[in-house]
């Protein structure tokens, strides 16, 4: 399973972006799509997760500014990022998690996704 994350760049304090990630392969089911984050120095951590068309979980530092939300016929995952801070600056990782077309579990990651917030 591969994830393709695109979104990413330089915005205002304030500003909004938009970070997408597309799941392909061999996919039966996807159970959990997640959003992490990596700021430089500090350890990779959950922004938000969807466990389901209405089950999500958000950090308590994007509550309110972020919303998680995926399109299961894409297998897309989507971050809508408003008020966006400068410490909010980290690059973006996507996860989903679920079983392939042989049954077996996977635990993809994208690739990273630069997000800056500018003061």
């Known amino acids: 399973v591969q994830l393709q994350a695109s979104g990413g760049g330089l915005v205002q304090a304030g500003g909004s972006l938009r970070l997408s990630c597309a799941a392909s392969?061999?996919?039966?089911?996807?159970?959990?799509m997640a959003w992490y984050r990596q700021a430089p120095g500090k350890q990779r951590e959950l922004v938000a997760d969807s466990t389901g068309a209405a089950t999500t979980n958000y950090a308590d530092s994007v509550k309110g500014r972020f919303t998680i939300s995926r399109d299961n016929a894409k297998n897309t995952v989507y971050l809508q990022m408003n008020s966006l801070k400068p410490e909010d600056t980290a690059v973006y990782y996507c996860?989903?998690?679920?079983?392939?077309?042989?049954?077996?579990?996977?635990?993809?990651w994208g690739q990273g996704t630069q997000v800056t917030v500018s003061s």
């Open positions: 392969g061999s996919i039966f089911s996807i159970n959990v």
């Open positions: 996860n989903v998690r679920g079983r392939t077309r042989v049954l077996r579990s996977y635990d993809a």
